[in-house]
């Protein structure tokens, strides 16, 4: 089910056919505007998820090769690190709750709201509506501890993502990426856009849309919980998150070929 709008108000839920070759989008358009209603998700949300669309649009809304093997490396440096965080945004919480707790149970990652547009009453919303969907912890309150930044984006838990030597951060300005890495931590991060600061400055950059991501981390993770340290050392060693950048680029720019040709 779809929503509309009339006279600034929310009005119907306009039902969307299951046979619609882009219903996976629609309906996470949907969460998002839902999101926006329940006061989870900021305005400036909104945009932050068009820009994330055009760019899935231009992958062919489907995980690439390449966002497979930095789904990969992700799971395999949050089961080495000796703590990792799962940073949480108006936007994550409204998309893909469910799966952003079951990633934290299996990979023993605290999930800790932390906002770019922060209100403490959003922060609450968020907090509660991930405790509705299963959380049993969520941090994200405190905020005792400072990262080098200067939006509110700065204030953390000191036993959450200040104490973390990987964090998974999703749909972010990337402002916070490089002050995490400067501070010797690495980032996993999951952002449609290669272009990004957030892309561009993560230890590993997960080009891949959230809920895809999150389904196929959470399968590796599964997994991957079994394996040595030795074996996900080796997953990592043969990582290279600027291939993978480079690869997914040229993938998008293809993509953008051929849709002209087809489009004539
Ligand atoms: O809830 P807040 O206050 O913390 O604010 C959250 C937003 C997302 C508004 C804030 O972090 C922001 O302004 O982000 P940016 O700088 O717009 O970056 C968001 C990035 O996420 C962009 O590069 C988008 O392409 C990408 N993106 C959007 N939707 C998705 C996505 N990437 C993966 N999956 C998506 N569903």
Not at 40 to 45: A, C, D, F, L
């Amino acid at each position: 089910m779809l929503g509309g709008w009339k006279g600034g108000e929310r009005m119907v839920k306009v039902k969307i056919p299951e046979s619609h070759p882009r219903r996976e989008s629609l309906l996470y358009r949907d969460k998002i505007v839902e999101g926006l209603d329940e006061g989870i998700v900021s305005k400036e949300g909104l945009i932050a998820h068009g820009r994330g669309e055009a760019f899935d649009y231009l992958l062919g809304e489907k995980t690439v090769e390449e966002a497979l093997d930095a789904e990969k490396a992700g799971v395999a440096a949050m089961l080495l690190g000796r703590s990792s965080a799962i940073s949480v945004n108006g936007n994550t919480a409204a998309l893909a709750p469910e799966k952003l707790i079951e990633l934290s149970e299996l990979l023993d990652a605290p999930l800790e709201v932390n906002l770019f547009y922060k209100s403490e009453e959003r922060v609450e919303r968020i907090i509660a509506h991930l405790k509705k969907h299963g959380a049993s912890r969520v941090l994200g309150r405190k905020g005792d501890a400072k990262l080098p930044i200067e939006s509110e984006r700065a204030k953390v838990d000191s036993d959450g993502i200040y104490r973390a030597d990987v964090v998974l951060v999703a749909l972010e300005d990337g402002d916070r990426t490089e002050a995490l890495e400067k501070m010797g931590k690495s980032v996993v991060a999951i952002d449609l856009n290669p272009l990004s600061r957030t892309a561009q400055k993560a230890a590993i950059s997960i080009i891949d849309e959230l809920s895809r991501a999150l389904d196929n981390m959470i399968d590796m993770a599964r997994f991957m919980r079994d394996l040595s340290a030795d074996e996900l050392n080796s997953v990592l060693e043969s990582y290279d998150n600027d291939r993978i950048l480079k690869s997914t680029l040229e993938k998008i720019a293809k993509g953008l070929m051929m849709l002209g040709l087809e489009s004539r």
